[in-house]
């Protein structure tokens, strides 16, 4: 089936044009569609694309980060402030993935993969996007629970608050073949201090449901405490609560409830 390469100069032109088309699809850096249509998905008619510098618009001389949809992860790691996304940036594919892939696309990355966006969800991030409804922010966890029903939208920008301190931030991801690999499970905690107690403990985990899921439960065990041996484990032990793994090449689902719990450890209390 022939695609039709739609390119427009700015972003809302081409959410423009995919709000008014069910099968037209948004192409990035590629790693996702053209996958898809190399495969041969023909629920993909139309391909747009938007040459808007505000896309790869990097703004982080604040305490608030924004990084437009079109920012790859190779520009990650050239920026030394965004050193606290570095390591979450470096452990998506390898360098020919990093230097096409982008932040929008991981958004829609599915299991086993979007480990960048498990470090978003841990930071709480915003989502901005636009649609036939117009431009609007939406929080990344709102964003992901309606994934599959954001065909006709496209993503302008996502933005963090910058963690306190290089402690406040920890990541993680397990994978088979390094650094490459598909994700086994992907951990990402954001722990800000208040007078040596955690307030506000965001934990999120990649591979251990359909999309990016919070640790709810394990966010709870830490939560007004201080990041001692007894909280680390109430932590870990919670870990599993909620999750909805399923077997893959990578791994099982039982594989998955048995090792989370136990890298949780490790990544609270600063083990490598």
Not at 155 to 183: D, N, W
Not at 187 to 202: E, K, N, Q, T
Request: with cysteine; hydrophobic share 45%; proline share 4%.
């Amino acid at each position: 089936m022939a695609v039709t390469v739609k390119t427009f100069t700015s972003a809302s032109e081409a959410a423009g044009a995919l709000s008014s088309d069910r099968s037209a699809r948004y192409l990035g850096g590629g790693t996702l569609v053209m996958r898809a249509l190399n495969e041969g998905d023909v629920t993909i008619s139309t391909v747009v694309r938007a040459h808007d510098q505000a896309l790869t618009r990097i703004d982080a001389s604040g305490p608030r980060v924004t990084l437009g949809a079109g920012v790859t992860f190779a520009r990650i790691l050239a920026e030394r402030d965004l050193a606290f996304l570095h390591a979450p940036a470096r452990s998506i594919g390898g360098p020919a993935v990093r230097n096409m892939g982008t932040v929008g696309g991981n958004l829609f990355a599915p299991t086993p993969y979007g480990d960048f966006t498990v470090a978003l969800l841990a930071l709480d991030a915003t989502v901005a996007v636009q649609g036939g409804f117009g431009a609007r922010d939406v929080p990344i966890e709102e964003f992901l629970q309606a994934r599959d029903r954001q065909a006709g939208t496209l993503v302008l920008s996502v933005s963090c608050t910058r963690p306190a301190s290089s402690e406040a931030f920890r990541y993680r991801k397990i994978a088979r073949i390094k650094p490459k690999g598909g994700s086994v499970i992907t951990l990402a905690a954001h722990l800000p201090v208040s007078g040596g107690r955690i307030a506000g403990a965001r934990i999120a985990l990649g591979s251990m449901a359909p999309t990016q899921i919070r640790a709810r439960a394990a966010e709870r065990a830490l939560e007004g405490r201080s990041l001692d041996a007894a909280t680390i484990a109430a932590a870990a032990s919670a870990a599993t609560e909620g999750t909805s793994p399923s077997d893959n090449a990578l791994g099982s689902a039982w594989y998955r409830r048995e090792i989370v719990g136990v890298h949780l450890r490790r990544l609270l209390s600063g083990q490598e």
